[in-house]
Nanobody, 126 residues
Framework: QVQLVESGGGLVQAGGSLRLSCVAS????????MGWFRQAPGKEREFVAF????????YYADSVKGRFTISRDNAKNTVYLQISSLKPEDTAVYFC???????????????????WGQGTQVTVSS
């Protein structure tokens, strides 16, 4: 089992930045590919980014490429999402997720992720 707890969300003006954190506990963190997703009201959960176990490979949704950066610190059992140049359409609950330890790569599909945090709200005002 992996428990995930996100933090760092908040209210920010358009053009601003936030750093989201997700702390993992329960088993060896560096066994898991990690992803970030988001869900706006009335919409489906949307892929944002993933990072492989050692951080060597990252992948982003086109909508956030160049503005968001995913990273991880395995010594701290933490994955981060630096979000910059925020737009009102980035408003959503942001979730971190972990794939099963047998997975080597991330995917864009929420169903491929086994463990989920409770989410942190990001609201961008225009």
């Amino acid at each position: 089992q992996v428990q995930l707890v996100e933090s760092g969300g908040g209210l920010v003006q358009a053009g601003g930045s936030l750093r989201l954190s997700c702390v993992a506990s329960g088993r060896t963190f560096n066994d898991n590919v990690m992803g970030w997703f988001r869900q706006a009201p009335g919409k489906e959960r949307e892929f944002v980014a993933f990072i492989t176990r050692n951080g060597g490979t990252t992948y982003y949704a086109d909508s956030v490429k160049g503005r968001f950066t995913i990273s991880r610190d395995n010594a701290k059992n933490t994955v981060y999402l630096q979000i910059s140049s925020l737009k009102p359409e980035d408003t959503a609950v942001y979730f971190c997720a972990a794939r099963d330890s047998s997975a080597w790569l991330g995917t864009r599909r929420p169903n491929d992720y086994l463990y989920w945090g409770q989410g942190t709200q990001v609201t961008v005002s225009s």
